[in-house]
């Protein structure tokens, strides 16, 4: 479906009229979509930004519900037009065709998806999760063009972050030398 599909429904709601009698100059800015092709069950977010830099999130599945961020921004967000023209269910497949072409062969688990304003046009940024711990960050116009394509491994993303990864001790040796060092000195005497 459309992005229009679940801003029509949000539009219909009590939540949604009764947000926009209180916050008038607010609008849309993002949409924020999981699809999560294991369990089936996806994710679906629309934003609306307010004129003190906060950012009222609708939730949209199991009824509908808002959340208002307790920090603002500082940056204005651009305005997100109600015409998206990708479908969200055509994702899957613009990646996939992309995947092909580039000999990428593991399988997509999930895709998240985030429909936003960059240079004055709308862009779908993609986190797709594949199976083998790689990622595929992929950034597509409306009209379904690839403008980047980057494939990483979640292990480089790790070393990047500079996270330390920890070796356990695996013999009752090396398990004996570890407590040995954490052990308090009045206790080692």
């Known amino acids: 479906m459309k992005i229009q ?17 209180k ?4 609008y849309l800015c993002a949409g924020f979509f999981v ?9 679906h977010q629309i934003d609306y930004a307010l004129p003190n830099g906060k950012i009222a999130t609708f939730m949209l599945d199991e009824g509908i519900k808002l959340k208002i961020s307790e920090q603002a921004i500082k940056k204005k967000l651009p305005e997100l ?5 990708i479908d969200l269910e055509a994702l899957k497949g613009i990646v996939e065709d ?10 997509i688990k999930k895709i998240i998806a985030i429909l936003h304003i960059v240079d004055n046009k709308p862009v779908w940024n993609l986190q797709c999760i594949l ?13 379904g063009n690839i403008l980047k394509f980057e494939k990483r491994s979640l292990m480089d993303l790790i070393k990047m972050s500079g996270a330390k990864l920890v070796q356990l001790p695996t013999t009752n040796q090396e398990i004996a030398k570890q407590d040995a060092a954490e052990m308090p000195e009045e206790e080692k005497k």
Request: aromatic share 6%; proline share 0%; glycine share 6%.
């Open 35 to 43: 699809l999560d092709f294991e369990t089936g069950k996806h994710m």
């Open 5 to 21: 599909h679940y801003l029509k429904r949000l539009g219909e709601s009590k939540e949604f009229k009764e947000f926009k009698g």
């Open 81 to 85: 037009s109600h015409e998206a023209k």
């Open 98 to 107: 992309e995947m092909k072409n580039r000999v990428v062969t593991e399988k």
């Open 131 to 143: 199976d083998g711990l790689s990622l595929l960050q992929v950034h597509l116009d409306d009209e």
């Open 23 to 26: 916050h008038e100059k607010s």
